[in-house]
């Protein structure tokens, strides 16, 4: 059974880094065709895809957030961390941690509970 | 800022065949790139509905089912049940963007 959790502040400040961590359960991330996903949603609004790292460390940003994102891994403890910089208050939503298992297909099965963050100017 | 569009809302009554299309562009889903749906439920996470054009997930009903057309998707709903309603997401890949794209979200409502 796959499980995975986030974990992190849910209040940070503007201008502030925000670091998240997904912890998994169920998989193991150290073969390239296994990943990560970061996603956000911001209140009443669609989802945005922000980050992937795969299991053989290589890593994919959002084009237009890629400048502030950093994710990375720690196989040891099943973890995944993602990093936002210089956080803003249209950052405010909830962010999920995603592990697609239906490989070869990149569909979304396994997703976390997600984590409300709240950015206050 | 979603690249794919979908329409607000969408209604029917119970019982009744509902769809929600998905459009996007050439460098999405008209590059054929998988399309698959999601469906949440306020306060919880996305549920995947479909994937792979029209694969379901062990346990989804086959009320829901998908198609696509040129740069253009779309989920159907037959034998609407009120356990129904929820927003749906689309998502594809865009190789533009070199992204996972999502689209902008479609309430349905059963009446």
């Known amino acids: 059974q796959i499980t995975l959790k986030e974990s992190g502040p849910t209040l940070v400040k503007s201008t502030q880094t925000l670091t998240l961590t997904c912890t998994f359960s169920?998989?193991?991330?150290?073969?390239?065709?296994?990943?990560v996903n970061w996603i956000r949603q911001p209140p009443g609004k669609a989802l945005e895809w922000l980050a992937l790292i795969s299991g053989d460390g290589d890593t994919r940003y959002s084009p237009s957030l890629e400048s502030r994102l950093t994710i990375t891994k720690d196989t040891s403890k099943n973890q995944v961390v993602l990093t936002m910089t210089n956080m803003d208050p249209a950052d405010t939503g909830i962010f999920y941690c995603?592990?697609?298992?239906?490989?070869?297909?990149?569909?979304?099965?396994?997703w976390g509970q997600g984590i409300p963050v709240s950015v206050s100017s | 800022q979603s690249v794919l569009t979908q329409p607000p809302s969408v209604s029917g009554a119970p019982g009744q065949r509902v769809t929600i299309s998905c459009t996007g562009t050439?460098?999405?889903?008209?590059?054929?790139?998988?399309v698959h749906w999601y469906q949440q439920v306020p306060g919880t996470a996305p549920k995947l509905l479909i994937y792979?054009?029209?694969r379901r997930p062990s346990g989804v009903p086959d009320r829901f089912s998908a198609s696509r057309s040129g740069t253009s998707a779309s989920l159907a709903i037959t034998g609407l049940q009120a356990e129904d309603e929820a927003v749906y997401f689309c998502h594809s890949y865009d190789s533009r963007l070199s992204s996972d794209v999502f689209g902008t979200g479609t309430k349905v409502t059963v009446l």
């Open positions: 792979d054009y029209n």
């Open positions: 995603v592990h697609p298992s239906l490989h070869p297909s990149g569909a979304f099965d396994s």
């Open positions: 050439g460098s999405n889903i008209g590059s054929e790139f998988d």
């Open positions: 169920g998989f193991s991330l150290t073969t390239r065709e296994v990943g």
